[in-house]
């Protein structure tokens, strides 16, 4: 399978090329700074330079070529402001999204965050609005869609290192957190289970193995 991964560079997303290459999936990272392509080679993965806030659909649709899947796994980060929550998290997902649709990819697996779906709290720092907001349009931007689309909510992300043990459910879920290299785990058991399309998942630590928690839900 090959997988092109947005946020390339990102934690989960190399934590995630490495499980790819490891069982034979090809993984090809969409980064946007060229210093970042030795990490990623690193772990097993290719990596394409792209800007998400600078490519045309046009553009990321070649990139795609040849794809099985797309996971979104960028995010603007801690750090930064509410106009790149929107740039990043919303019109980042929805300019891959386009693109895969061009470029006739159908599975695409998008990172979104618990606490999306609703608006956000009153009183809510503005930038945490800002982030909710984004995520609440990307998932509903790809849930229109015409793809076989799974949205995956975790909770808080840790780098602790891999349980293998989560609770993976329609929401709600009640807020926890949940490692990177689990999600990571996660992420890769949904590409290879299509019953998963058209599910929106939320995701924290729990008992159940990633891949029995997978395939119940599938
Ligand atoms: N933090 C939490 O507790 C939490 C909880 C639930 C969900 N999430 C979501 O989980 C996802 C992944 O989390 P993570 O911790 O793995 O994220 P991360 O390490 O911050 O990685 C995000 C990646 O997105 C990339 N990116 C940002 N702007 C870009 C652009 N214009 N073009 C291309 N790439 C760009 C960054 O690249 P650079 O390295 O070049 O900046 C970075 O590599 C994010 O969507 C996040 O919102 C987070």
Same mark, same amino acid.
């Given at each position: ?8 560079? @990102?934690? =989960?997303? *190399?934590? *995630? ?12 990272? *969409? ?34 070529? @040849? ?64 982030? =909710? ?13 015409? +793809?076989?689309?799974?949205? *995956?909510?975790?909770? @808080? ?10 609770? +993976? ?13 689990? #999600?990571?785990? #996660?992420?890769?058991? +949904? ?12 995701? #924290?630590? @729990?008992?159940?193995? #990633? ?5 119940? =839900?599938?």
């Amino acid at each position: 399978m090959r997988v092109v991964i947005a946020g390339g560079h @990102g934690k =989960i997303a *190399l934590l *995630l090329e490495r499980l790819l290459a490891e069982r034979g999936d090809q993984a090809v990272a *969409l980064i946007r700074n060229p210093a970042h392509v030795a990490d990623v080679r690193k772990g097993g993965a290719e990596a394409f330079i792209c800007d998400l806030e600078a490519a045309s659909a046009d553009e990321v649709a070649v990139l795609l070529a @040849g794809a099985d899947a797309v996971v979104f796994a960028a995010g603007a980060g801690p750090g930064s402001g509410a106009p790149r929550k929107d740039s990043v998290d919303r019109a980042g997902s929805v300019l891959m999204a386009e693109a895969a649709e061009q470029a006739g990819v159908r599975r695409f697996v998008q990172v979104s965050s618990m606490g999306a779906g609703q608006p956000p709290q009153p009183g809510t720092d503005e930038v945490w609005a800002a982030y =909710i907001t984004a995520k609440t349009a990307a998932e509903a931007d790809l849930r229109a869609r015409d +793809l076989d689309w799974t949205i *995956l909510r975790p909770g @808080g992300l840790t780098d602790a290192p891999a349980t293998g043990r989560i609770r +993976l459910a329609s929401p709600p879920v009640p807020a926890g957190t949940v490692p990177r290299a689990d #999600v990571a785990a #996660v992420i890769a058991a +949904l590409l290879d289970n299509p019953g998963t399309q058209h599910q929106t998942l939320e995701l #924290v630590s @729990g008992n159940s193995p #990633v891949a029995t928690a997978v395939h119940t =839900i599938s």
